[in-house]
């Protein structure tokens, strides 16, 4: 390994041999970290988000289906999960076509999908199959990033067992969702920077410059990543060489002004579906008090480090992290203390000001800081590195390594706890439980009875993911607002999955008799009637039975989670 030897290095600090006991350990959740990625992918449920993957991916679009099948003619959930399957008429075009429609997502992910799809199928583990090949694959370029940014094979070896078993890196390697390949254009691109400037060949600078390129086409969000890059080049060479124009920062500015050029034909695309794009992002903009952000980031970071909300423990996490940020300013050089510092900072600022200045979500969405974490977690390797390997003379009192040792060895125990329980459940907070907690007890409902029909008006994308958990025998009626209307005649029950007041309103005007049958504990209250069902009036009417909304109906954990939103 090169290693550069300065005055005050990092590699001075970290002990250059890797001890045999950590081998070991590591291998161990290496093996962990990837079994958790593979396990039970086709168990869980598939939320609205991952319906649409299948549904793009496959050339389809939400308003083709509702065209099509909004229609009041009767269907099977076959039918529906059509529009998520590859079809022979629906080429590669078809799937450009129908990822153009929906600019806001770069297209690089979901062309990988159905790529994946002919070979493997439209299963929902088979198409999280290869979201989970991507989490796998940015094992090796964080191993690669720690080697090059610590320039330690411990620190390699630390970092390369935390990311094994980070909950946060797991849950999005199960995900049909282009998540895990963000990871990976993250890792690899940081650590391809790093490479860059120390070879300074055309080659490396080429190979960095290709995986900017990758990470916009896989997520746009990536463009504050190659802002934190673009800010440590003028940081370190600029500021701290006090350079005003070298080699580096030319190379770099070919390299990332070339990746930026391929993205131009997708941000004109921008441009003209920017109407449409402020529409399906709205949900962004609502505005949100700065105590609740605050409440969401201390949960955010405790999700991804450990699994779970620890409550007013939530609070030590942010301390641990804050003094591993503090440790690796004061023991590391810029060189290597500003890109973490610039991983963390510029991602979460650059959607957090907006949240606090204007209003919005944005920060609540975990997923979307996936850069600030990774960040925090490197910082989290130096901290333990050194605290837990380093022996030098006089740094660290003998009670040191064995507190460091105990706080990295809970939060393993704590993360692979919770790791587990996620892995056996149908049901974890990455998929939104307000909206996907109800997919389980109403479908269980629905398929116990001989012969259901289910009639819906509303929400295509929840009908789309929903259909997955039925049965072949039960029958959907989906109605349109330009639907000539009436109930299918033989079936029964007939039940209305969360249908409008609209829809209601029709049907007791035709005689029939509503009853709630399940109400959603964990829905807003506007959305909380998911299930009901219509019979014709009776000549008595018995008392309304209170809906079924126990959470023993919810998978197990379900009810203590609440959603990432």
């Known amino acids: 390994m090169h290693t550069i030897e300065t005055p005050g290095s990092v590699s001075q600090l970290l002990c250059p041999k890797v001890p045999t006991w950590l081998r070991y350990a590591v291998i161990a959740l290496l093996i962990a970290g ?10 869980k449920v598939y939320w609205t988000d991952e319906a649409l993957t299948s549904l793009r991916s496959s050339g389809h ?52 999908v159905r790529g994946w799809m002919q070979w493997f199928g439209s299963g929902s583990g088979a198409v999280r199959g290869l979201s989970a090949v991507f989490g796998v694959l940015a094992l ?50 940081s650590a391809a920077l790093l490479r860059a400037m120390r070879v300074r060949s055309w080659q490396s600078w080429s190979i960095y410059g290709l995986s900017v390129a990758l990470g916009l086409y896989t997520q746009l969000l990536f463009a ?64 949100t008090s700065f105590d609740h952000l605050i409440n969401r980031w201390f949960l955010g970071l405790s999700r991804s480090l450990v699994g779970i909300d620890l409550a007013a423990a939530n609070l030590l996490l942010v301390l641990l992290v804050g003094w591993a940020l503090v440790v690796l300013c004061r023991q590391t050089v810029p060189r290597c203390w500003l890109l973490v510092l610039l991983l963390v900072a510029v991602p979460f600022l650059g959607l957090a000001l907006p949240d606090v200045l204007l209003g919005g979500r944005r920060t609540v969405r975990i997923r979307y800081l996936i850069p600030s974490y990774v960040g925090l977690q490197l910082a989290l390797v130096y901290l333990f590195t050194r605290a837990i390997v380093t022996q030098a003379s006089g740094q660290l009192h003998r009670w040191q390594p064995w507190l460091w040792r105990g706080v990295l060895g809970a939060m393993v125990a704590i993360a692979l706890s919770n790791t587990l329980d996620s892995a056996n459940s149908d049901l974890w907070w990455n998929k939104s439980i307000s909206r996907s907690a109800y997919y389980l007890p109403v479908a269980e409902m629905i398929n116990r009875e001989a012969k259901p029909l289910v009639i819906a008006d509303r929400h295509p994308s929840a009908i789309l ?42 049907l007791e005007r035709q005689g029939y008799c509503l009853k709630m049958v ?8 506007a959305e909380a009637d998911r299930l009901w069902r219509i019979q014709r009036p009776a000549k008595a009417q018995p008392l309304q039975q209170k809906p079924a909304s126990a959470p023993a ?9 609440s959603e990432e939103g």
């Open 140 to 189: 090796p370029c964080v191993f690669w990033l720690a080697l090059e940014l610590f320039q330690s094979q411990v620190a390699a070896w630390v970092s390369l067992g935390l990311f094994a078993i980070t909950p946060l890196h797991i849950l999005y390697a199960q995900e049909a969702r282009p998540y895990s390949l963000w990871t990976l254009c993250i890792v690899l691109s």
């Open 61 to 112: 679009t939400k308003v083709e289906f509702v065209e099509e099948q909004f229609t009041g003619a009767v269907i099977s959930p076959e039918t529906v999960m059509r529009y998520q399957s590859l079809e022979p008429e629906n080429g590669w075009g078809h799937t450009l076509a129908a990822l153009m429609g929906n600019a806001e997502h770069t297209p690089l992910y979901f062309l990988g």
């Open 465 to 506: 993911a929903f259909s997955r958990r039925l049965d072949s025998h039960v029958r959907l009626q989906l109605v349109g607002d330009r639907a000539r209307f009436q109930v299918a005649r033989g079936y029964k029950p007939v039940f209305l999955l969360n249908p409008s007041e609209k829809l209601r309103t029709v």
């Open 224 to 287: 504050l990543v190659a802002i934190a890059h673009a800010l440590y080049i003028l940081g370190v060479e600029q500021v701290l060489q006090k350079r005003r124009l070298t080699d580096t920062a030319r190379a770099y500015a070919l390299s990332a002004g070339g990746a930026l050029l391929s993205l131009l034909p997708w941000m004109v695309l921008l441009v003209v579906r920017a109407d449409r794009i402020r529409d399906t992002t709205a949900s962004l903009n609502e505005v």
């Open 518 to 525: 399940y109400r959603d504990p964990h829905a807003p209250d």
């Open 34 to 43: 990837i079994f958790f990625r593979f396990i039970n992918l086709s168990q």
């Open 553 to 561: 109906d919810l998978p197990r954990n379900a009810e203590v989670l």
